[in-house]
């Protein structure tokens, strides 16, 4: 005897919930079967079952231990073959334009990552770009002061010179 079932059927997927009174109750047979029309519009129908029976403790704690274990694990194998049925009735051309939708999601994924990266890699160039620029363009300032304090500097010394010379040239001639 079943205490309560409650379910929901949607789109691609539907959930049963049986609360069972007794333990002895818990041996059951869980059938899936989903009807539907292939692409030529002929009837379709898939089925599965899956087969639970209690194990055999030698107490009763391991018993109930294992109990909820087994029936999670039977109705997500439930929940499987529901899911492996419905995408069974899928025409070819839906599951090729499934794919297609995958590649073209897989490729605009690839795009907005590659337009990132490029977009990231050109900003990385125009700043690297600037500050060398600009180091240059203070290293070209920096040399033409040095150029021209040494050449201010040269200027001065040959122009002592020059009057050195003058001047011992006007001694020389007197």
Request: aromatic share 4%; proline share 2%; net charge negative.
């Amino acid at each position: 005897m079943v205490g309560k079932i409650d379910g929901l059927i949607g789109t691609g997927r539907a959930t049963l919930r049986a609360e069972l009174v007794k333990k002895g109750d818990c041996q059951a047979e869980f059938t899936c079967q989903v009807r539907g029309f292939d692409s030529q519009g002929r009837e379709v129908v898939k089925s599965a079952s899956v087969v639970q029976k209690p194990g055999h403790a030698e107490n009763e704690m391991y018993d109930r231990e294992l109990m909820p274990a087994m029936s999670l694990q039977i109705l997500a194998t439930v929940q499987q073959m529901v899911t492996q049925a419905i995408d069974g009735l899928k025409s070819p051309e839906e599951q090729v334009r499934q794919q297609q939708k995958d590649v073209n999601d897989i490729n605009n994924s690839f795009r907005d990552t590659l337009d990132t990266r490029l977009s990231t890699l050109q900003t990385d160039l125009d700043t690297r770009i600037a500050s060398f620029e600009n180091k240059l363009e203070d290293s070209m300032r920096q040399l033409q002061k040095d150029l021209n304090a040494r050449s201010d500097f040269i200027e001065s010394k040959m122009q002592d010179r020059l009057l050195q010379l003058y001047k011992d040239m006007d001694t020389k001639s007197d």
